[in-house]
Each structure stands twice: as structure tokens, then as C-alpha cells.
């Protein structure tokens, strides 16, 4: 067979970790067993099928990360490089005669940064997992879907462990694709297939961003693999500083100078997908209607991983990053609006998943802050903190939907703490790392960022930082009371639900509440791998995270350091963030420990019209609809009635059709059926034919010029011309075939030209003309 | 003295009552008729000119192919007329435009 | 190896559609039973184009048979690693087209089958033509089969969409005759001898004005089966009322030889015009991929809906070709074979549906992928394989396409929006798609009728079991098709560039001196001399 023998898998090659291989394509051997099979197999098969992928994979990953960790520093990297997937050719475009080629190859590659990730997508994927099989027990098509879970897991693991930015993106589109699948799991809902078919379509905008990016990049640097691009942005820096377009533009008369660099375009496009997979403003929409899908999937995918991906794709790409002031500050900039008004509207939500939505969108708003300020460490540690504790918060409320039977409702819940226990403390937990209750993993890690907002080496940013961190403080004090507001409403007070519903509530089994308690254990204690805060107090715990990490994505690259000049505010920060935690909570306590709250209710008629905005999320969704949905949907219309149907169809192609069929028409009427007259015409035809031929024109034009006239007949088969230019009778000429005849006049004045024209039968006929020499006194 | 001219104008005369002939009777038999006079009117122009331009024997033999595709054509001819007699009980021309419709 | 092995590819079909002409027609089984062995003899035969297709640039396998040589008309036909995977596809789609028509045709089945084996041979021999006069012969050829097939056996509005197709691409292929005769008789003037051969007539340089009018109607020509935007509306016509074998032998295949036109004949006959006129057919081409996208999505009709789509996907190949850059030319061809399959799979998809309910209207469907779940499993793979979900063929295609375009606009001063606006069209291929299948699969059964509908048939999924394995094929392992396809797309660009320089300040029409085109080499003057030493790019 031809073809077999270039395959150019490379199983010899020494340097190759094979380890990498089987934790990607387990989750993808689950998932293609489960989806090809899964209605012929019983449910406990495919729970153990896809469950056993998993916790392989992470038990694998744990192995990996345990030999990565046993090597030095500056050669912590694995790879596994499975094949060529293609090459690009880029034209010479850039002044040299050749081409140049970019393969691509289907690699993965391990570094600390990566592990790190292994780890949280395999560990929280397979606790999740296990959680879905208690969760999903009564589904009737377990098969779809643990083979979507799965698929999830594969595809996330190829974004995680891409050794370049085309597999990153394979993975980037897989989970996007994944989250379509799960977020219209339940499909027979109309709202439900909607809800995932528009997570799809504005990832695909963002996607489209993420495109570009890597174009920019795959054009200015010529590679793609990520620590290829390293190298190059490390030692020449200036192919992607220095000015490479001009977006120079005319504003009310005011000239704007705009060329940015290769990096700051590259870098907001990747934002810009990065803004998409993770929810930011403007491309944040998707998410809360994402809560459609099941609650398992709500957990990973739309809290633990997924939605990290953004940042854990700035992080990769730190080094472009940090090459790109204005970059960063957009990245900054829009992750801090995006954490208050994500906070804001969790504020009033009462669908229990919509406020953990809200929440999620928020909180990533600040892990984008982190990198956004150069601190890749302390985001990629919040993006491991709030997996655990975010992901505990999701499945804790998966257990209170399960108990109330599926309304998610908060109003109609509390009192839920007597009922479920083990959720209740483990939601309590979660809730308190969330709201950055001292010491808990979100206190260490939402600290961190505040800090690195503010102390990270201000010259770049002006003014930036003060910003950022007052939106920063509002958002920890909005999250810490809309989170404690959705805990007692939940737990605290009198249950609100209805007898029936009452009298079933009971707390989840093992399979459910395992997952919680594991969760909710690392989300009180996984503060302790990175406790900066601890530091500002004088005690010098180790950094672990830190140590980690920093080597692989701080430094190296020229990096952005902190301000020697901002280390005496960052035990005040400390205190001050704790405060407005502790206060937040306080007040949350005062308002709504015994259920929903006459002061909120009173406070939200004092401004109806503002509270009806924040509820309806300050109607984005209905914004966009009106602009760019209605103005594509005119668009398509216009181009299908009034191009394609009426202006090319109509006038284009049955107007020749019709302008054809008119002149059918017209012409017809000469063909009148009698034979007769088409003799008589053919006669008279005939007829003029050979009276043509039989007198021959004699037509000629005669055109002075100064002395001379030259003359010009009309043609014709076998004509012979003689002239007489005076009209003197004799001609000037003997019969010849030339036309034209040139002759000079000695004298002014009028004169007859003669033209004798003799055709084939001999017979001549006689013209003339006269012309007038101009005289030289006129002239 | 008969010369070429004599049956070269008994020849055109023959022939212009052949077309007119043709051109403005409507009974179909005429129309065929008038067809062979404007043959034969022909006919007899060549055989003149090869009575008076007896070296090759061009007129004579043209004469013949036209007597034989003359019989031809009234064979054809007449059975079209014939059939379309029975199709629409008329010989006249201007009932003939079935084709046009 | 086969001797004669391109004359047998297009012989075999061509002797088999006679051969079913006096083959009796009360035996339909037996019909269909020889038709689709023919079909898929052609097709093992055409798997012996693939031994020895890697490593050299041109054309191999090359036969020569002088035809009327007073006209210099000879049978040249070749196969290089473009037209070989045409062929591939053609001969794979054929037996394909008949499996699915296999219950669905009943009337007049002698011919249909006459007409279903003529036009395989006139595809591949469009294909595999090196002489001009051979390839308009074939050309038109094509054209008839297609013509009965929509006219005879399609659906209510048939002879209007048949006339509709058949005077449309008769209008342009007219022209392009014209032109052919001009190009002729440029080359006799030129070169004191007569000929048709593509081989002598690329050694010809024309000045850019004669080019202009000579690429435009071969253009016309070519644009029209693309179909170009605004040149396409035949084929939503087309496609609705063809049956679905037809369908996917139209998108499949019948609709590449435009593009394949372009990159074979159009633009290295007459690469100063296509530069000229690059930026302006590169603009039509992304307002089909926008507009047909945004049509697509509103149309009521699933077919009509794929064929509009047809329309955004041709206008990606359509850039990619019009891009002039290596990476763009072979995304575009990638994408041809990708569109081919993911379109063919997506008409035959629509057809088991249109089968069982007799009705293409997307309401009337919906909520199905809970009654048909393998159908909605495999709709899912293909739709995403036209959306160039990466994994699936079309995403390679499309990246190449796109970074070609992007990377055009340095050096052939492409307008660099374009590779950004036609960006959007994978925006809207993912809106259009996704809102048909979610219309057509999601939400609750909404019409009692589709409660009893089966799933999946042994027949349908051995049509279709190809298909998705091509699929994950090429979006997997695409290496073996794209260094095939590389060579010589690489070797027409650079020519094409090549010839551009030659032929800039020409105002006479000259021969090209043997090994000139590889003496041009030296860089191209740039807009912008800009960047890279690209360290590490180099190999």
C-alpha cells in the first residue's frame, strides 16, 4: 500500500516520554467505546469504563509529574512527538527567495506549567466523574454520556499538553465541541439545544481571534511549538516589538499614531480567544446559559477547566505576553471589569447554578488580572484553588438539585443544613474559600493577585494598578456576600420547599458526597502549596507553587517584577482584604441567616429601575440580539430575496432569459408558414444580390489636404477604380484594383473629381464629386 | 435564324411564369406544376446552349440529372400533397402552417 | 503496473455506459449490479495512480496521441498530484452516488445508469486532459449526463433547474472556447506550428492586456461551475431538484473542476491577469463565503441549505487560489477534496431523511436524535467536519487557506481584511450548521410522523461508513495527501510567479526559452521588505 511506508511515527527515538500517550488517548479510548457501544453495555460498565479512564490517566499523570519533578530545573520537559500532522508553506514573503516551511507535528510536551494543569483536569475530572455516576444514576443515556465526558477529558488533556499552538487549538475547539455536547445534553429541550449551540458560536468568535493569532505569530516568528517561539521571543525579542502595522486612523480631525508591534496585535487576538474559552467581557454571555447542561458537567467544564483554559493559554504564552505592555493592560484591564460585573449580577440571581456562573466569570476575571499584571504564577494558582473549590461548590449544589428534584430555585430552598449534612459543610467550606475567609486556599490566592495587581513594576502601567485594585477589593466584597447570601439561603433558616418536596429530601449517596469532601478539604487546605500572605506576616513558609512554577513562566523572558517601592502596603493589603471579606460575610449574615431579606427587598424598591437591569443580567444578551443578531439576520435576508432572488435571478438571469424570449418573439412573426412568401423573399433576396453584384457602388470619399486631394472608394469583390481629378474628361488613371488614389492640385479652386468603378461583369458606373483646393492668399 | 437568344427568351419567359406561378397560386397541384415549369424552363436553356456549345456535353447531361430529380420531386411532391389532402381535405398553401403552431 | 492506465480510467466507464445500452431492460438487478461493477473496477484501477506519485513535480503517466493534426488537437492526457486526487474522489463518489440511488431510482434505470457511467468518464477525463481541445471536449461532455440526470430524474421544478444549469455553465464554457481559439492562434502566430497542448501553450507569454481578456472568459467559465458568487444561482436550483446521487456527484466532484480549472488552466496561462485581477475575484470570493453563509442560515430547505453552504465553502477555495501563495493553493485543494467529501456526505445525509419522509423541509423535522441516533451521530461528525472542526479535514484545509491569504498580503499585496472577513465565515459555517442541526435533531418531537422513522440502513452506512472514515483521515493524518498535493502546487505557484515577472512589461506575445522559468528565481520586489531573519523556520 502506498503511503505506509513515509508514516513517520518515531517509536525509536530515545528522547520520547512515552508516558504522555496513554494518559491522552485513555479518556479517548473510553469515550470511543462508551459512544460507539454504549447503548448495548449496562450501566455499571460504562460507569466503571469511563470512570477507570480516567483515574488511570490521573494515576499516570501523577507518575509523570513525579518524574518530572525528580529533574533539574532547566530540564524539566517531557515530550512525546507522535508524528508530522502537516507542514505550511509560507511564501517568501519576507525578502528571501525560498519558502519557508512550518511542520506541524502531533506532540505533547510536559513542563511544570502543563503538570500542574495534568494534574487539575485528571484529578478534579476523575473525582467529577465519580460523582456523575451517583449523579446521573436514573439517566437513560449514560453511554452518551460518559463517552462525552470522556471526550472532554481527551480533549482537554490535548489542550493542556500541545506542544504547539495548532494541537493547543485541536484541544481549544474539542472542549468547545464538548461543551456543546454536554451543555444540550438533555436535547429535547429547545432551550437546552440552544444554550449549547450559542456556548459553540461565541467560542468560535473568539476561536476566530485565536486564529489570527497564531497566523501573526506562525508569520513573524516562522514556528509554532511552543518552546520554539520561546527561544526566539527570548533572543529576538525585536521580530515581535517592533512596529509591524500601521492602524493610524483620523478621529474629529485628530490624528491618532497607532503602529503596534507584531506582540500587541498577537497577544489581543489570542486574547480575544482566551476571552471567548473563559468567559470575559464582551464574549462572557455563553456561560450562565451553560448551566443547562447537567450539573457534573457545570462543574468541570464550566468551572474546573475549560473555562481556565484562557489563562492557562496566557500563561503558555507568557513570553509574547510580557513583550507588550498595551497587551497586558487590555488582558488586566478587561479581567478587573469583568470580576465586578459578573459580581454585580450574581448579586441578584436566584437559580442556584446561575449564581455560581455569575461567580465563575467573576473569578476568572481575576485570574486574568494575574497574568494580565505578569504574576502567571498567582493566576495559574488561583485557576488550581478555584478549581477545587469551585468545582466542590457545583457539585454541592448538584447534590441540593438531586434532593429538591431538580428545582434550582433558591427561594424555595433553606434549610437545608439539617437535612444534608456532609453538602452543607463542604459547601461551607467552599463558600469560605470563595469568599477569602482567612487561611482557606482562595484567601492565599485571591490575596496574591491583589497584591501583584498593585505591586507589579508600575512604570508599565501608569496609573494602572490602583485601578485595578479598587475593582478588585469591590469584587471580593460583592463576592464574599452574594456567595454567603446563596449559602443561607440555601442551608440556613426555615426550608421554604413545599411538603412534598420536603418530606424527600435526603442527602446524596456515597459516590456524590466523596468527591464533596475531597474537594472541600483542598479548598480549605490547598492555600498552604503558596501561602504569600504568610510572608507579609513574617512567616517564611516555603512557596511551593511558587518554586514550581516561576522558573518555567516568570522568569527567563524579561519579566515584569514587583516595585521595590509597593512592598510596605502589602501587609496593610492584606488586612484590609480581610476585613472586607469578614465584613461582607457579616453583613450577608445580618441580612439573610433566616432566609430571603426585607432590607434587600427594600433597598431593591428604592431603585426599581436599576434592580430590574442588574436582574436581567443589565440585558447584554438582549443587546447583542438587537445589534449584531438582527443586523445579520436582515443581512441574510437582504442577501437571499434581494440579491440572489431579485437582482441576480430576477434581473440578471430571467431578464436575459426574458430579453431572449422577446426578440423570439418579434422575429416570429416573419416566419408566417407559406411557403409562398418565403419564396417571395428568397426571390426579391436574390434579386438585390445580384443587383449588387451587377451595378457596383460607387461611393468614394475625397479629403484635401493643403495641395493635394486623396481619395478613397468603397470596396467590393473584384472592383477596378480609374480618376480623373480635374474634370477635364480624360482620366488621370488606367483601371486598377487599388482604392486609393492620391493626386496634387497645382492650382486653387474648385475642381470635379471622377470616379469610374468597374465590377467583375465589366459593367462601370460613373460618380463625382467636387473639392476645393484652398487657395494660398485665403491662407 | 434561330439564335441562343430566341430560347434564352422563351426560356425566362417560360421561367417567370413558373415563379409567378409559384408565388401566387394557392392550389398546392399549381404550385407543383408552376415548380415544373421552372425546371423544364431550364431544362431548356441548357440544352440550347449546348445545341450552340456542342464541344463538351455539360447542358445535355445537367438536363438529365434535372428530368431525374424532376420526377423525384413530383413523386415526393405529390405525395405530400396527397397526404396532406387527407389531412386536411385542402390543397390550398395558406391552410399549410401546421408546423408554425 | 496498468499500461495505458489513464486512457483505461476514463475508457472502462465510458465502455461500460455502452455496454449497459444493449444490456436488457427487464433485468434492473442485473443493471445495477454490472453499473456498480464498472464503478468500482474504475475505482481499484484508479488506486494504481498512487504507486510512485511522490517525489517528482508534473505529470506522469503521460500518453500522447496525435488526433487531427492539421489543428495540432492531441490526445494528451497526464495526472500529477493535483488531478490524482481528483480523480480518486471522482472515482470514489461514483459508486457511492449509485449505492445511494440503488432503491430510489426505479424509472427508466438503463439510462440513468448510461448517463451515471458517461459522466464518470467525462469527470476524469476533464481531470486528466492536457490538451486544451481534450479538455473543453470532456468539459461539455460532462455537462449532458448532468443535465438528463437533474432533467429526468429530479424533483417537481426539475426542467427549470436542468435548463437553468445547462445554459448558465454552456454561457461561460462558450467564451472559454472563444478563448481557447484565441490562445491557439497566439501560440501559431508565435510559434509557426499548431497546437492545443497544454505543455506548449503554458511556454507561451502573452502580454498582461491579451491575458486580461483571455483569463476573463476563462474565468466566466470556470467561476460559473464553481460556483462564484454572484454566478451560483443554479445551484441551489440545481441541487434541490437533482436526486440525491446527483447532488453528490454535483458537489462532490462537478463542482471542483471550476476551481481545478483555475489552478490548472486559468492562472498559469495567464498569471499576470489573475494578479491583476486577484484582489477583485478574491473580493467576490469572500462576499460568497459571507453572503452564501448568512443565506444558508435562513433557508428553510435542508438541501438548499447545504448547497448555499457549498457556496461559502467554494468561496474558501476560491481565496486560497487567488491567495497565489503555496500554502494557499494547497489549503485549496485540500479543501476541494474536503468539501467534496464532507457535501457529498452531508446531500446523502439529507437524502436518507428525504427518502423515508419525502419532504426536505427542516420544520418538519426535529427532535430526531432521540429516534435516529446512529443518523444523528454521523449527520454530527460530518457537520463538523464542514464547520473544519480541527481532528476533521476541513480545519487543515481552512488554516492553510487562511494563513496562505494572511500571509498573501505582504507579498502579492492581497488586502489584508480578507483572510479576517473570510475568518467569519467559519463563524457563520458554525451558526448556519449548528442551527440546522439543532432544528433538525434537538427540542422534542414536534410532528407525530417522525415517531416511526428507522435508523440507519446497511446500505446507507456503507455509503456513508467511507466517508467519515475520510473524514478523520485527513484531518488526522493528512501528510501523505499534502506532499502529494505539494509538489506540484508549489511548482505551478513558483511558475506562476515566475512567469508574472517574465511577463509584466511583455507587449508582445513570446515562447518561453527552455529552463528560463527556473533562471527568474531571484526574490520578489516587496511593498513592504520587512521582517524576519525566522530563525529556525528556514527547514
Known amino acids: 500500500m502506498p503511503g505506509l511506508n513515509e508514516i513517520s511515527l518515531r517509536p525509536g527515538a530515545p528522547d520520547q516520554y512515552w508516558l504522555l500517550l496513554p494518559i491522552v488517548l485513555l479518556p479517548a479510548l473510553g469515550a470511543l467505546v462508551n459512544g460507539l457501544f454504549g447503548s448495548r453495555l449496562k450501566r455499571d460498565t460504562i460507569h466503571t469504563l469511563a470512570c477507570a479512564m480516567v483515574f488511570t490517566s490521573f494515576a499516570l499523570s501523577v507518575v509523570a509529574f513525579l518524574q518530572l519533578a525528580a529533574l533539574p530545573h532547566e530540564a524539566r520537559h517531557l515530550t512525546y512527538r507522535a508524528y508530522e500532522w502537516f507542514t505550511v508553506t509560507l511564501p517568501a514573503a519576507f525578502g528571501s527567495a525560498q519558502d519557508y516551511r512550518i511542520p506541524i507535528d502531533v506532540a505533547f510536551r510536559l513542563d511544570p506549567l502543563a503538570a500542574t494543569m495534568l494534574l487539575v483536569v485528571t484529578g478534579v475530572g476523575s473525582l467529577i466523574h465519580l460523582y456523575s455516576t451517583g449523579y446521573m444514576a436514573h439517566d437513560e443515556s449514560p453511554g452518551r454520556f460518559f463517552s462525552y465526558m470522556n471526550l472532554f477529558t481527551f480533549a482537554m488533556l490535548v489542550l493542556v499538553l500541545g506542544e504547539s499552538l495548532p494541537v493547543m487549538f485541536v484541544g481549544w475547539e474539542g472542549v468547545g465541541l464538548c461543551s456543546y455536547l454536554l451543555i444540550g445534553f438533555w436535547f429535547d429541550k429547545d432551550e437546552n439545544a440552544k444554550a449549547g449551540m450559542k456556548a459553540f458560536i461565541v467560542n468560535r468568535i473568539g476561536d476566530l481571534g485565536f486564529l489570527v493569532g497564531i497566523f501573526l505569530l506562525a508569520l ?95 500563561a503558555r504564552m507568557h513570553f509574547l505576553f510580557v513583550l507588550t505592555a498595551s497587551g497586558m493592560a487590555v488582558v488586566a484591564v478587561t479581567g478587573a471589569l469583568t470580576a465586578v460585573f459578573a459580581a454585580t449580577i450574581a448579586l441578584t440571581q436566584n437559580d442556584i447554578k446561575k ?41 454541592g ?263 431572449v424570449n422577446l426578440t423570439g418573439r418579434v ?102 464629386e467636387v473639392v476645393v483646393r484652398p487657395g494660398r492668399r485665403r491662407r | 435564324m434561330i439564335t441562343l437568344g430566341h430560347y ?94 | 503496473m496498468i499500461p495505458h492506465l489513464l486512457t483505461a480510467l476514463i475508457a472502462v466507464p465510458a465502455l461500460g455506459a455502452i455496454a449497459i445500452l ?40 503521460e500518453e500522447t496521441v496525435s488526433w487531427i493534426p492539421s489543428l495540432g488537437i492531441r490526445y494528451h492526457v497526464g495526472v500529477d498530484g493535483i488531478s490524482m486526487w481528483l480523480v480518486l474522489l471522482t472515482t470514489l463518489t461514483t459508486p457511492i452516488a449509485l449505492l445511494a440511488s440503488w432503491e430510489s ?150 463542482l471542483k473542476m471550476g476551481t481545478y480549472g483555475f489552478l490548472r488552466f486559468a492562472i498559469p496561462l495567464f498569471p499576470n491577469a489573475a494578479h491583476t485581477l486577484g484582489p477583485t475575484i478574491g473580493g467576490l470570493a469572500i462576499a460568497g463565503i459571507i453572503l452564501g453563509a448568512l443565506v444558508a442560515w435562513r433557508q428553510p430547505d435542508a438541501k438548499k441549505l447545504v448547497a448555499y453552504s457549498s457556496v461559502s465553502h467554494m468561496g474558501f477555495v476560491m481565496l486560497g487560489l487567488m491567495a497565489m501563495t503555496t500554502a494557499g493553493a494547497v489549503g485549496a485543494v485540500l479543501q476541494m477534496l474536503n468539501h467534496g467529501v464532507a457535501t457529498g456526505a452531508l446531500f446523502l445525509l439529507v437524502g436518507v431523511v428525504y427518502d423515508r419522509r419525502h419532504t426536505r423541509l427542516i420544520e418538519e423535522y426535529g427532535g430526531i436524535a432521540k429516534i435516529m441516533p446512529a443518523y444523528a451521530a454521523v449527520f454530527a461528525v460530518i457537520m463538523l467536519a464542514s464547520i473544519g472542526l480541527p481532528g476533521t479535514g476541513g480545519f487543515v484545509g481552512e488554516l492553510m487557506i487562511l494563513l496562505g491569504t494572511f500571509s498573501a498580503w505582504r507579498a502579492f499585496e492581497m488586502p ?43 446500505r446507507e452506512a456503507i455509503c456513508l461508513a467511507p466517508l467519515v472514515a475520510l473524514v478523520f483521515v485527513m484531518g488526522l493524518y493528512p501528510r501523505p495527501v499534502i506532499a502529494r498535493i505539494e509538489q506540484d502546487a508549489r511548482q505551478t505557484i513558483e511558475d506562476v510567479r515566475a512567469k508574472q515577472r517574465l511577463g509584466r512589461d511583455l507587449t508582445e506575445a513570446r515562447l518561453l526559452e527552455p529552463g528560463e522559468l527556473s533562471r527568474t528565481g531571484e526574490s520578489i520586489d516587496l511593498e513592504v521588505p520587512a521582517p524576519p531573519g525566522v530563525p529556525g523556520g528556514g527547514q
Open chain 1, 220 to 314: 513573524s516568528l516562522g514556528v509554532l511549538s511552543f518552546p520554539e517561539m520561546e527561544q526566539v521571543a527570548a533572543h529576538a525579542p525585536t521580530q515581535l516589538t517592533k512596529p509591524a502595522f500601521d492602524l493610524s486612523f483620523s478621529l474629529f480631525g485628530w490624528d491618532i499614531a497607532w503602529r503596534p508591534a507584531i506582540a500587541t496585535i498577537a497577544a489581543i487576538c489570542l486574547f480575544v480567544g482566551a476571552a471567548g474559552k473563559s468567559a470575559q467581557l464582551p464574549l462572557y454571555v455563553w456561560l450562565p446559559d451553560a448551566m443547562a447542561g447537567p450539573t457534573p458537567v457545570s462543574a468541570l467544564i464550566h468551572a474546573a477547566t475549560m473555562v481556565t483554559a484562557g489563562v492557562y493559554m496566557v
Open chain 1, 355 to 395: 449564581v455560581l456562573a455569575y461567580s465563575t466569570v467573576s473569578q476568572l476575571g481575576y485570574m486574568f488580572v494575574a497574568v494580565g499584571v505578569g504574576a502567571h504564577v498567582t493566576g495559574v494558582f488561583h485557576v488550581v484553588t478555584h478549581a477545587f473549590f469551585k468545582a466542590c461548590l457545583f457539585l
Open chain 1, 397 to 659: 449544589a448538584g447534590s441540593v438539585i438531586v434532593a429538591m428534584h431538580h428545582r434550582q430555585d433558591i427561594r424555595e430552598m433553606g434549610g437545608l443544613k439539617a437535612l444534608m449534612p456532609r453538602t452543607r459543610w463542604t459547601f461551607l467550606a467552599a463558600t469560605l474559600a470563595i469568599a477569602g475567609f482567612p487561611f482557606t486556599s482562595g484567601f492565599f490566592s485571591k490575596d496574591a493577585i491583589l497584591w501583584h495587581a498593585l505591586a507589579r513594576d508600575s512604570g508599565r502601567y501608569g496609573i494602572l494598578p490602583p485601578i485595578l485594585l479598587t475593582l478588585l477589593l469591590a469584587g471580593a466584597a460583592l463576592t464574599a456576600f452574594y456567595m454567603f447570601r446563596l449559602y443561607f439561603l440555601v442551608f440556613g433558616g426555615e426550608s421554604r420547599a413545599d411538603e412534598d418536596t420536603l418530606a424527600h429530601i435526603k442527602e446524596s449517596p456515597s459516590s456524590m458526597t466523596l468527591p464533596l469532601v475531597v474537594l472541600g478539604a483542598l479548598s480549605i487546605a490547598a492555600g498552604l502549596l503558596n501561602p504569600e500572605a504568610l510572608h507579609a506576616l513574617g512567616l517564611n513558609v516555603p512557596l511551593t507553587f511558587e518554586g514550581w512554577l516561576a522558573p518555567g513562566i516568570e522568569e527567563g523572558v524579561p519579566a515584569v517584577g514587583i516595585a521595590e517601592m509597593r512592598k510596605p502596603f502589602e501587609l496593610p493589603l492584606v488586612g484590609a482584604s480581610s476585613v472586607i471579606a469578614l465584613a461582607a460575610m457579616g453583613f450577608a449574615w445580618i441580612w439573610y441567616r433566616r432566609g430571603p431579606s426585607a432590607e434587600a427587598e427594600r433597598l431593591a424598591a428604592r431603585v426599581p429601575g436599576l434592580y430590574a437591569l442588574v436582574l436581567d443580567k443589565w440585558r447584554i444578551d438582549e443587546l447583542y440580539e438587537a445589534t449584531i443578531v438582527r443586523s445579520l439576520r436582515w443581512l441574510a435576508r437582504a442577501g437571499h430575496e434581494a440579491i440572489d432572488k431579485l437582482l441576480i435571478d430576477g434581473i440578471m438571469v430571467h431578464g436575459v432569459a426574458g430579453a
Open chain 1, 667 to 768: 422575429v416570429r412573426l416573419v416566419q408566417t408558414g407559406r411557403v409562398q412568401v418565403y419564396a417571395m423573399a428568397m426571390a426579391l433576396g436574390t434579386l438585390g444580390i445580384l443587383y449588387k453584384l451587377a451595378v457596383p457602388s460607387t461611393d468614394f470619399e475625397a479629403r484635401v489636404d493643403g495641395r493635394s486631394v486623396t481619395v478613397n472608394a468603397a470596396e467590393g469583390a473584384g472592383y477596378e477604380y480609374r480618376w480623373d481629378f480635374d474634370g477635364d474628361g480624360r482620366w488621370d488613371t488606367q483601371f486598377g484594383a487599388e482604392r486609393r488614389a492620391e493626386h496634387r492640385y497645382r492650382k486653387a479652386g474648385r475642381h470635379e473629381v471622377r470616379l469610374e468603378v468597374r465590377n467583375a461583369f465589366t459593367r462601370s458606373v460613373g460618380e463625382h
Open chain 2, 8 to 101: 434564352l427568351v422563351l426560356s425566362v419567359a417560360i421561367f417567370t411564369v413558373g415563379t409567378i406561378g409559384f408565388v401566387v397560386r394557392r392550389n398546392l397541384l399549381v404550385v407543383l406544376m408552376s415548380i415544373e415549369l421552372q425546371l423544364n424552363a431550364v431544362n431548356l436553356a441548357l440544352v440550347a446552349a449546348n445545341r450552340f456549345h456542342p464541344a463538351s456535353h455539360a447542358g445535355q447531361v445537367t438536363a438529365f440529372f434535372i428530368i431525374a430529380i424532376a420526377a423525384a420531386e413530383a413523386a415526393v411532391g405529390l405525395a405530400i400533397v396527397v397526404s396532406f389532402f387527407r389531412l386536411r381535405h385542402t390543397v390550398r398553401t395558406d391552410e399549410a402552417d401546421r408546423m408554425r403552431h
Open chain 3, 22 to 61: 444493449f444490456c436488457p431492460r427487464q433485468t434492473p438487478r442485473f443493471l445495477r449490479y454490472f453499473a456498480m461493477a464498472v464503478s468500482l473496477a474504475t475505482f481499484g484501477l484508479s488506486l494504481y495512480l498512487l504507486p510512485g506519485s511522490l517525489g517528482r513535480a508534473g505529470f506522469r503517466l
Open chain 3, 105 to 254: 431510482i426505479q424509472s427508466r434505470l438503463k439510462e440513468y445508469l448510461f448517463s451515471f457511467l458517461l459522466l464518470e468518464s467525462a469527470m476524469i477525463g476533464t481531470f486528466l486532459a492536457l490538451d486544451l481541445f481534450l479538455f473543453y471536449v470532456f468539459w461539455e461532455l460532462m455537462l449532458i449526463p448532468m443535465y438528463l440526470i437533474i432533467g429526468v430524474w429530479g424533483g417537481g421544478r426539475r426542467i427549470y433547474a436542468a435548463v437553468k444549469f445547462f445554459l448558465y455553465t454552456m454561457a461561460g464554457s462558450l467564451l472559454m472556447l472563444a478563448a481557447i481559439l484565441y490562445l491557439t492562434s497566439q501560440y501559431d502566430t508565435v510559434a509557426g506550428k499548431a497546437s492545443f497542448d497544454y505543455l506548449d501553450l503554458t511556454r507561451l507569454l502573452l502580454p498582461p492586456d491579451t491575458q486580461l481578456w483571455l483569463y476573463l472568459a476563462f474565468a466566466l467559465a470556470f467561476a460559473i461551475k464553481v460556483p462564484m458568487w454572484p454566478l451560483h444561482t443554479w445551484l441551489p436550483d440545481a441541487h434541490v431538484e437533482a436526486p440525491t446521487a446527483g447532488s453528490v456527484i454535483l458537489a462532490a466532484v462537478l
Open chain 3, 416 to 458: 489584508r481584511l480578507f483572510a479576517l472577513l473570510a475568518g467569519t465565515g467559519v463563524i457563520l459555517g458554525a451558526v448556519y450548521m449548528l442551527s440546522l442541526y439543532r432544528r433538525m435533531f434537538f427540542g422534542p418531537v414536534r410532528n407525530e410522523a417522525n415517531r416511526t422513522l428507522g435508523d440507519l440502513v446497511g
